[in-house]
């Protein structure tokens, strides 16, 4: 992870850059500019590894994330978008309502991964594990799905990527 510190300069302000590899050294070059009474402000985290972009801002678009492990990530709401995540495990991941149009997410794996609402609209699903996932109000539209693995998978006002709604696991009215 990396942090940018940057101090305002102006009539007896000083410039202070720091570039770090940690928060921790982030933290003690902030509490530093205080001692030294500089006026300072900490911009937002430069984060350079696109996991830690990832998991922090739940924002990676157009990201290289393949074979990355994302086991158990909570990541609702996240925009994936045309992201590579060919062979990323995301197995138990929580992506509600994320963003995953145009992703290219062969032989992934989304083992029981929570996908309701989220859109997948354009991307590659090729040989992808779905087992167990739950696709309430998911959308494929245009999706690739060739060897995609849907079994015990909940479909449940699920749009396909024929544009065809699959209620198939729908349980009660409620679902």
């Given at each position: 992870?990396?942090?940018?510190?940057?101090?305002?300069?102006?009539?007896?302000?000083?410039?202070?850059?720091?570039?770090?590899?940690?928060?921790?050294?982030?933290?003690?070059?902030?509490?530093?500019?205080?001692?030294?009474?500089?006026?300072?402000?900490?911009?937002?985290?430069?984060?350079?590894?696109?996991?830690?972009?990832?998991?922090?801002?739940?924002?990676?678009?157009?990201?290289?994330?393949?074979?990355?492990?994302?086991?158990?990530?909570?990541?609702?709401?996240?925009?994936?978008?045309?992201?590579?995540?060919?062979?990323?495990?995301?197995?138990?991941?929580?992506?509600?309502?994320?963003?995953?149009?145009?992703?290219?997410?062969?032989?992934?794996?989304?083992?029981?991964?929570?996908?309701?609402?989220?859109?997948?609209?354009?991307?590659?699903?090729?040989?992808?594990?779905?087992?167990?996932?739950?696709?309430?109000?998911?959308?494929?539209?245009?999706?690739?799905?060739?060897?995609?693995?849907?079994?015990?998978?909940?479909?449940c006002r699920t749009i396909m990527p024929d544009n065809?709604?699959?209620?198939?696991?729908?349980?009660?009215?409620?679902?």
């Open positions: 992870m990396m942090f940018k510190l940057a101090a305002i300069a102006s009539n007896n302000y000083l410039f202070v850059n720091c570039w770090t590899k940690s928060m921790i050294e982030a933290k003690f070059w902030w509490v530093a500019a205080i001692m030294l009474g500089v006026q300072t402000a900490i911009s937002a985290p430069v984060l350079a590894d696109p996991i830690d972009r990832l998991l922090t801002t739940r924002s990676c678009p157009e990201c290289n994330l393949s074979n990355a492990n994302l086991d158990s990530a909570a990541l609702n709401g996240a925009n994936l978008s045309q992201s590579n995540l060919r062979a990323a495990n995301l197995s138990n991941a929580n992506l509600i309502g994320g963003n995953l149009n145009g992703a290219y997410l062969q032989n992934a794996n989304l083992y029981n991964a929570n996908l309701r609402g989220a859109n997948f609209t354009n991307a590659d699903l090729s040989d992808v594990d779905l087992t167990k996932a739950d696709l309430t109000n998911a959308r494929l539209t245009d999706a690739v799905t060739k060897g995609t693995n849907l079994r015990n998978a909940k479909l065809s709604i699959n209620n198939q696991n729908c349980r009660t009215q409620g679902d």
